[in-house]
C-alpha cells in the first residue's frame, strides 16, 4: 500500500514540476515587446552624450569639444623642485625592479 501511494505521489510531483518548468521556459523565450532588437541599435547613431565631469546633457558638438579640452590637460601645479623629485623617485623605482641588489647599496 504504501508503494503504491509513494508511486502516486512520484507521479503526482513529477508531472507538476514538468508543467510549472515548462511555463517558465515559455515565458523566459521571448523578449518583451517595447525591447528594440540590436539590429536596430547597431546602427542607430548617438546624437546626445552626457559630460564625464558632472554627468549633465550634452549635444555631440559640445561632447567634442569638451573632449579636446580635457586632452589639452591641466597646466602644471607643482613645483619644479618637487616635480623634480618625484621623477628621481620613479626612475629609482624602475632601476630597483631592473636591478634588485641595488637596494642593499642604497
Do not use: C, H
Not at 546624437?47 to 549635444?59: E, Y
Request: aromatic letters at 6%; hydrophobic letters at 45%; a positive charge.
Amino acid at each position: 500500500m504504501k508503494a503504491i501511494k509513494f508511486t502516486v505521489l512520484t507521479a503526482i510531483t513529477s508531472i507538476g514540476l514538468g508543467i510549472v518548468s515548462y511555463w517558465g521556459t515559455v515565458a523566459i523565450a521571448l523578449p518583451p515587446p517595447e525591447d528594440t532588437p540590436e539590429e536596430i541599435l547597431r546602427t542607430e547613431i548617438i546624437t546626445a552624450a552626457r559630460s564625464p565631469l558632472d554627468g549633465r546633457p550634452l549635444t555631440a558638438a559640445e561632447y567634442a569639444q569638451l573632449q579636446a579640452q580635457l586632452q589639452q590637460g591641466p597646466p602644471p601645479k607643482l613645483s619644479p623642485k618637487i616635480r623634480q623629485n618625484i621623477f628621481l623617485l620613479n626612475l629609482r623605482k624602475a632601476l630597483l625592479q631592473l636591478f634588485p641588489f641595488l637596494d642593499t647599496l642604497i
